[in-house]
């Protein structure tokens, strides 16, 4: 149980388009789900929380007008980068949180999706 | 601001040997600490919880202490198996998840 798909894995796109990543809880309601993005050989770095309903809570740093959440269900989550240029070029990775109760925060990732703008 | 310190990136082991890898973090101790396993290019999966009044946690091969007061989490593998090489997170639990850089772990047969 408590599978999140992430898509797609990989994408290629040039400079000045969007990009749209989706995730979805497969087996489980995630009334939250969280955006990372990670560089090589570095931490995940939390850009966002996505809750179901309302708007996106950004961390500092992080432009909400580049990067969109939209948490339209239950179940599905997605993130658009728009506008990417090749410093947005990373790996970007979705959770969802699966509350156990007082164990709230054990978070269940997505594959990863692979950005490479040229 | 939260800092976590995984005290290597990088640890060789032969097959059959403890692995063991430290997480040592600043400021603010979290109610629950979190280990997870991310293999190269995929997302991270959930290992081990460890609440802050537990000072050991065992799940099969796999061993977790936290010492508040030294501020820091030790993650044991024994056994250790060439499948066990991967990298390892820890992540603390403050509200949201503080994800260290992991340490890549390398077990040889």
């Known amino acids: 149980g408590a599978v999140v798909s992430q898509h797609p894995s990989w994408v290629i796109c040039k400079s000045g388009t969007s990009v749209k990543i989706e995730c979805r809880s497969l087996d489980f309601q995630a009334t939250t789900m969280f955006w990372y993005r990670q560089f090589p050989k570095q931490s995940l770095m939390l850009m966002a929380t996505?809750?179901?309903?309302?708007?996106?809570?950004?961390e500092q740093g992080v432009e909400k007008d580049k990067f969109l959440i939209n948490h339209a269900s239950l179940t599905l989550s997605t993130l658009t980068v728009t506008s990417a240029h090749p410093e947005d070029s990373s790996f970007y990775i979705c959770?969802?949180?699966?509350?156990?109760?007082?164990?709230?925060?054990?978070?269940?990732f997505g594959a990863g999706t692979r950005l490479s703008v040229l | 601001s939260q800092k976590i310190e995984q005290n290597s990136e990088a640890l060789n082991i032969q097959e059959g040997k403890t692995a063991t890898l430290t997480c040592n973090y600043t400021n603010y101790s979290p109610a629950y600490l979190q280990w997870y396993r991310q293999d190269p290019g995929r997302g991270p999966v959930f290992l081990l919880l460890i609440r802050e009044n537990e000072k050991e946690k065992r799940k099969e091969r796999l061993k977790v202490t936290f010492d508040t007061t030294l501020k820091q989490s030790l993650f044991h593998i024994t056994a250790s198996q060439p499948a066990d090489s991967a990298t390892y997170l820890c992540a603390l639990d403050l509200g949201r998840l503080y994800f260290g850089r992991g340490t890549q772990l390398t077990v040889w047969p």
């Open positions: 996505s809750n179901e309903g309302s708007k996106a809570t950004y």
């Open positions: 959770s969802a949180a699966l509350d156990r109760g007082k164990a709230k925060n054990i978070q269940y």
